[in-house]
C-alpha cells in the first residue's frame, strides 16, 4: 500500500522530550474509514487495514493502538451483510489481530462485535489485546442506540482494565454522552479513559460531551472516532480527539479529522497530562 508520510506537528525537541519513560504513553489512533461489510471478504480486508496500520504505527514507536467503533464490520453492518454470520465466541478476524498484536508486541484495543457462548446475546464490544495476543479485557457498550444497534445488547457495568500498569477507564461512542459512566470508571479508579466512536458531527453529535466528562472526572480522555461514508452516515467531518483537564475544567487540545485514512501518534506524558508530541501519518 502505497504511504504518504505529513508530518503535522512535533512539540518536543531532543532535550524537551527527555522524560521518565514509565510516564510516557505512546499511543496510536487508527483513524480510517472501514469498508462497510456486504460479505465475510469485507472484514478480511478491514482487518487486514488494521495490521498494516499497526505495523505503521509501531514503527513510528507505538506501544498501544486504538481503534473506532465497529473497524471490522463497519457501522450499517446489518443492512448489509445482516447477522447470521455472528458465531458464538472470538471470530477469525479478531485472532488474526490478536496473532499481529503478539507478532509486533503491541496494545490493541479492537472495537468489534461479538456473541456471548453462554447467552448467546450479541454485544457491540472494545476488546482489550495484550502484547502476548491475549484478550486481558472487554468492555460492552451500554449506551446502545435503538435501530442502529438493534442487533446487540446494552452490556452491564463500566469496564476498567489495567495494561503496563495503568488503569483505563473504557468507554464507546455515547457511552460518553451522559456523565454517570465516566464517573463510575473514576470512582473504581480509572486513571485515563479510552473511547472508540462512530459519532458524526451535527444535531446528534457528540457537541461537549467529551469536554464534560474530562471536566468532572478530571481525567485525560482518548476518542478514536472514524471517516468515511455509509449511506447517509457521512462520517468524513467526525474529530478523533485528545482532551484533558485546565484550569478551567477541560480542554480539546487535540482533535483530526481528515477524508483520509490516517494514523494519529501521541506520546502523551500522564504525570503532565500533555502531549510532548505528535504526528499524523497517511496510509
Known amino acids: 500500500m502505497a504511504r504518504l508520510v ?3 506537528c512535533l512539540l518536543c525537541s531532543a532535550t524537551s522530550c527527555q522524560t521518565n519513560d514509565q510516564d510516557v504513553l505512546s499511543l496510536a489512533m487508527i ?15 478491514n482487518a487486514q487495514t488494521i495490521a498494516s496500520a499497526m505495523r505503521e504505527a509501531k514503527e513510528r514507536g507505538a506501544d498501544w493502538v486504538m481503534t473506532p467503533e ?15 454470520w455472528i458465531r458464538p465466541g472470538v471470530d477469525k478476524w479478531v485472532v488474526q489481530l490478536q496473532n499481529t498484536a503478539n507478532d509486533l508486541n503491541m496494545v490493541l484495543f479492537l472495537s468489534h462485535l461479538e456473541q456471548d457462548p453462554e447467552t448467546l446475546l ?47 477507564g473504557l468507554m ?19 486513571e485515563i479513559l479510552l473511547s472508540s466512536a462512530n459519532w458524526a458531527p ?18 485525560a480522555l482518548f476518542v478514536n472516532n472514524r471517516t468515511g461514508a455509509e449511506d447517509d ?30 494514523i494519529i501518534l501521541f506520546d502523551y506524558q500522564r504525570t503532565e497530562k500533555a502531549l510532548s508530541g505528535y504526528q499524523v501519518v497517511t496510509f
Open 31 to 45: 483513524h480510517m474509514a472501514p469498508v462497510l461489510a456486504n460479505d465475510v471478504e469485507d472484514l478480511a480486508t
Open 70 to 84: 465497529l473497524a471490522l464490520t463497519g457501522y450499517k453492518f446489518k443492512q448489509k451483510i445482516g447477522v447470521d
Open 122 to 168: 450479541r454485544y457491540n464490544t472494545l476488546f482489550v489485546i495484550n502484547r502476548d495476543g491475549v484478550i486481558i479485557g472487554r468492555h460492552r457498550k451500554i449506551n446502545t442506540l435503538p435501530g442502529s444497534e438493534s442487533w446487540s445488547v446494552p452490556g452491564e457495568s463500566p469496564t476498567i482494565v489495567t495494561v503496563d500498569g495503568v488503569r483505563i
Open 172 to 190: 464507546i461512542c455515547a457511552d460518553a454522552w451522559p456523565s454517570d459512566h465516566a464517573q463510575i470508571l473514576k470512582n473504581k479508579g480509572a
Open 202 to 219: 451535527g444535531l446528534y453529535g457528540p457537541g461537549d460531551s467529551w469536554e464534560q466528562r474530562v471536566k468532572e472526572t478530571g481525567l
Open 6 to 8: 505529513i508530518l503535522l
Open 233 to 262: 452516515l457521512d462520517m468524513t467531518s467526525a474529530v478523533s480527539v485528545l482532551v484533558t483537564p485546565s484550569p478551567s475544567g477541560a480542554e480539546r487540545i487535540f482533535e483530526h479529522h481528515s477524508e483520509d485514512d490516517t
